[in-house]
């Protein structure tokens, strides 16, 4: 096992992370912006009103200019570089809270992504595993 996950880890490129993923809550489309990665939001279990159509606008963003957009589609992550194996100096934008977190992220494998959400240091943060969708 050891020697499949190093001889992935050589052969890794930026890109790689480009694609749709899903967790458990979420569904992101990541994708290359400017010389970083960012990803917009395509589904989540809270997504939508009560009639399950229309979409939850970003009530607790703190700009009040924004307050009225759709979560859908809203780019949350932004910022995400590839640095020595790993995706580092991300910005995770939170819907549900209006707060902006740190993040990095790294490819387990072709398929599986790790992102790690924290406010100041990453041992005090929330890790999500995801599944990229073909």
């Given at each position: ?7 992935f880890?050589q ?16 569904k ?5 912006s ?5 990803a917009?939001?395509?589904w989540?279990k ?8 229309t979409?939850?606008k ?10 009225n957009?759709s979560?859908?589609?809203?780019v949350?992550i ?14 995770l934008?939170?819907v549900?809270d209006?707060?902006?977190y ?12 790790e992102?790690?959400g924290?406010k ?8 999500f595993?995801?599944?990229?969708v073909r």
């Amino acid at each position: 096992m050891l020697i499949s996950l190093t001889s992935f880890a050589q052969k890794i490129s930026p890109d790689n992370i480009v694609g749709v993923w899903q967790c458990v809550d979420y569904k992101i489309e990541i994708f290359r912006s400017e010389g970083s990665y960012s990803a917009k939001l395509l589904w989540s279990k809270d997504m939508f009103e009560t009639d399950g159509k229309t979409p939850k606008k970003d009530v607790k963003n703190p700009n009040e200019k924004l307050r009225n957009r759709s979560i859908q589609g809203i780019v949350h992550i932004s910022a995400l570089i590839f640095k020595d194996g790993e995706y580092v100096d991300g910005k995770l934008y939170s819907v549900q809270d209006g707060n902006t977190y740190s993040l990095k992220a790294k490819l387990k494998s072709f398929n599986d992504l790790e992102t790690r959400g924290y406010k100041g240091i990453p041992m005090i943060g929330k890790t999500f595993n995801w599944k990229r969708v073909r």
